[in-house]
């Protein structure tokens, strides 16, 4: 079987329809592994065994896959974007293979196809998930030198998060304090002011900047959205309450609210919890206990404003049945005056989740 790029070989972009030559690459990992079927057969989907390799042109990663060693042609390939992660298989998903993982979108989009594949063994699965998550990343030397750093994976594989640990590091002693809210207020700010080369990967478009860090060796995923708005900060915090309560331009992880604990009389700081589906057939819904904080630029010493959620303990939270347990570390979006024009606001939205037993890889 050659390898892509290795002739004049061509290859289908699925997205697209377009055909185009590749020439130089490096085969990251290859090797056996069971596919769940995209399609189901008198309704019931199936494992087909497959050759899986994993390559690199250039700052492109695809991983191939045929149906033998000795096929020229892939019997198909994923485009692996800086949107897509490797993750562990979910209770919702119903996945009952050994061994098996996920390759997704990091951001469910309700559009594009998630991948399951079942390895031959625990360790197996690890690299390969390793090895995806670095290529991704942009760091092939990480992923060539993979082999080292599996078993201390396998040693170390965080479980996923049990109910009583789900914001257990907050307690109602601090959500009350208004000094301690105005500290974690600040420390989200910190994460705005962040040096851009700090940031795994950034993509620009049309003035907005979409980041994220990596997760390779902590159990948050952190993802920046930076851009500015025509509009003085005043107007654009307006906005953000109203689009944020039901009915909203922005209400989709609103729409279940549960109030557990209004903090001020104005409800501007409370204890809420959020119950939401995800548009993925067989995937289970989330669900997070946090301290949402509406935060006016009076009370801060930056001239900042904004919303904050942080994931709290509570003891009137109660997860709903078959739902996943999401845990929040500071999070929200952050308002503050464009220094480069007058009347304009630069808006970031920053979220960090626990991927513990999710998104890890």
């Given amino acids: 079987m050659s390898l892509p790029g290795a002739t004049q070989e061509k290859e289908e972009s699925a997205a697209a329809g377009s055909v185009v030559l590749r020439r130089d690459h490096d085969v990251l990992k290859e090797g056996w592994a069971s596919k769940l079927s995209g399609k189901a057969l008198f309704g019931q989907y199936h494992w087909d065994?497959?050759?899986?390799?994993?390559?690199?042109?250039?700052?492109?990663?695809?991983?191939?896959?045929?149906?033998?060693?000795?096929?020229?042609?892939?019997?198909?390939?994923?485009?692996?974007?800086?949107?897509?992660?490797?993750?562990?298989?979910?209770?919702?998903?119903?996945?009952?293979?050994?061994?098996?993982?996920?390759?997704?979108?990091?951001?469910?989009?309700?559009?594009?196809?998630?991948?399951?594949?079942?390895?031959?063994?625990?360790?197996?699965?690890?690299?390969?998930?390793?090895?995806?998550?670095?290529?991704?990343?942009?760091?092939?030397?990480?992923?060539?030198?993979?082999?080292?750093?599996?078993?201390?994976?396998?040693?170390?594989?965080?479980?996923?998060?049990?109910?009583?640990?789900?914001?257990?590091?907050?307690?109602?002693?601090?959500?009350?304090?208004?000094?301690?809210?105005?500290?974690?207020?600040?420390?989200?700010?910190?994460?705005?002011?962040?040096?851009?080369?700090?940031?795994?990967?950034?993509?620009?478009?049309?003035?907005?900047?979409?980041?994220?860090?990596?997760?390779?060796?902590?159990?948050?995923?952190?993802?920046?959205?930076?851009?500015?708005?025509?509009?003085?900060?005043?107007?654009?915090?307006?906005?953000?309450?109203?689009?944020?309560?039901?009915?909203?331009?922005?209400?989709?992880?609103?729409?279940d609210e549960r109030v557990l604990q209004s903090i001020d009389p104005d409800r501007a700081n409370a204890i809420v919890q959020w119950h939401y589906k995800t548009s993925l057939p067989g995937m289970s819904p989330r669900e997070v206990c946090v301290l949402r904080s509406w935060v006016t630029e009076g009370e801060t010493l930056n001239g900042t404003s904004g919303m904050m959620i942080l994931s709290a303990a509570h003891e009137n939270f109660v997860l709903e049945k078959d739902a996943t347990l999401c845990r929040v570390e500071v999070s929200g979006v952050v308002l503050s005056h464009d220094h480069s024009s007058a009347g304009r606001t630069r808006m970031t939205f920053v979220a960090q989740v626990d991927v513990r037993g999710s998104l890890r890889g």
């Fill in 49 to 255: 065994r497959r050759w899986f390799r994993l390559v690199q042109t250039g700052t492109d990663v695809t991983l191939y896959y045929y149906r033998s060693t000795k096929d020229e042609e892939p019997r198909g390939q994923v485009r692996l974007t800086s949107n897509y992660v490797a993750r562990e298989i979910e209770a919702g998903e119903k996945i009952r293979k050994p061994h098996a993982f996920a390759v997704g979108k990091l951001v469910d989009d309700g559009a594009t196809r998630t991948y399951y594949l079942s390895c031959e063994s625990e360790e197996d699965k690890l690299e390969w998930m390793a090895t995806i998550g670095a290529a991704i990343e942009g760091v092939p030397d990480r992923a060539l030198k993979r082999k080292s750093t599996v078993r201390v994976k396998m040693k170390n594989k965080v479980a996923t998060l049990s109910t009583s640990e789900i914001g257990a590091t907050v307690t109602k002693r601090q959500y009350e304090d208004p000094k301690w809210r105005l500290q974690q207020w600040e420390g989200l700010c910190q994460m705005t002011d962040r040096p851009r080369d700090q940031w795994k990967k950034l993509d620009m478009k049309e003035g907005v900047a979409v980041a994220r860090m990596s997760f390779k060796e902590q159990p948050w995923a952190i993802i920046m959205v930076d851009g500015v708005v025509a509009a003085p900060v005043s107007v654009v915090y307006s906005f953000l309450q109203q689009a944020c309560t039901e009915g909203g331009k922005l209400d989709y992880f609103f729409r």
